[in-house]
């Protein structure tokens, strides 16, 4: 009797779906972080940066399902970071900072730190 989900030597069948998906993302990634360069995201959701860090998140997903653990998403997303043009990083890391604190991220994590450590 084969399991659902499984092909037919048992083996999971999503980690192949990760995996085919990882590998088309890692060559989406750092083409689109380019093309976000210089993109205002205040103007229109949905825009070109977030629609990098959307394929990021993606990416971090599809080879976390396909390597079993969180680590080899996050070592997916570096090396794709890795192959951007640096201004187009420098951009999108800005994008997301702005994120995190529209988000609460300064107020989540405020308690973890003391008067004195900030600058």
């Known amino acids: 009797m084969r399991i659902p989900g499984s092909d037919k030597k048992g083996r999971n069948t999503k980690s192949f779906l ?9 060559d989406e990634a750092s083409p689109l972080l380019d093309r976000a360069l ?3 995201w205040y103007e229109r ?9 959307y394929v990021l998140c ?3 997903r599809a080879r976390a399902g396909e390597k079993g653990g969180p680590l080899h ?11 951007a043009n640096p201004e187009a990083l420098v951009w999108f890391a800005s994008r997301a900072i702005s994120y995190m ?4 991220f300064p107020e989540a994590v405020e308690p973890w730190f003391t008067e004195t ?3």
Request: glycine share 12%.
């Open 117 to 119: 450590e900030e600058a």
């Open 38 to 40: 210089g993109v205002e």
């Open 58 to 60: 993606r990416l971090r």
């Open 73 to 83: 998403g996050d070592e997916a997303v570096r090396l794709a970071l890795g192959q």
């Open 101 to 104: 604190d529209e988000t609460g």
């Open 18 to 26: 990760a995996a085919d998906d990882a590998s088309r993302l890692t």
């Open 45 to 53: 959701a949905g825009n070109e940066v977030d629609f990098a860090a």
